[in-house]
């Protein structure tokens, strides 16, 4: 055998060995792109198959609700006071909702708990402080407040917002720094888990997930679907 042929089969092996190195780079790779949370792809996912699929019952629990009890659509979110694509939706999403649909008697919108205190260090004691506002019956105020100063959340400034708002500091106070209603919040979590949820803001229209910030539009297209039937 001569030396040109030796070095070839030489080098087949190292080639084969390259090759297999290169795949198994590329399937690691890939392994680590997985699907994005709404809250990591900045909201913007389009409507999910759930967008066109009943895929929860009831998820309206006794939690803050704005309009008619009996209206044909019932809208939950499950959101976040940390989440920045969930600051999105309360600025660019719920007005248009509650003004073409809650306030009409259309819809009712249901805000629920759903911090993702693995990234938002103040999520949970947000979603606390919510709570012991609606103990005093100040939850949409409070709520408001929260995402128009989103930048600013601490322990200190939760309490703060109580008293702006006129709530019992004292109560609210013992409220917020007795965890009283972390109970409440991991039910919201729960549920918002087997209904799919997996980031913020993942809202129902009748059981229809849409998931993320997506423009009032894509919303609108589902609300209106269900009020036709």
Known sequence: MDEQQKSSQLLIPGSIILAGVLIAGAVIYSGKLGAPTAEKS??????TEAGNTPVAGDLSDDDPSLGN?????????????????CGRFFHTVLPEIKEKYVKTGKARFIYRDFP???????????????ECADEQGKFWPYHDVIFERQQQLSVANLKAWAVELG???????????????????EKDIRDGESAGVRGTPG???????????????????????????
């Open 69 to 85: 009890p009996d209206a044909p659509v019932t809208i939950v979110e499950f959101s976040d006071f940390e989440c920045p694509f």
């Open 203 to 229: 809202t129902f229209v009748n059981g229809r997930m849409i998931s993320g910030a997506v423009p009032f539009e894509q919303f609108a297209a589902i609300i209106e679907e269900e009020l036709k039937k």
């Open 42 to 47: 900045g909201g913007t996912a389009a409507l």
């Open 116 to 130: 993702l205190s693995t990234i938002h260090t103040m999520a949970e004691k947000a979603a606390e402080a919510g």
């Open 167 to 185: 709530l019992n500091a004292s109560q609210f106070n013992n409220c917020l720094d007795s965890g009283k209603y972390s109970d409440e919040i």
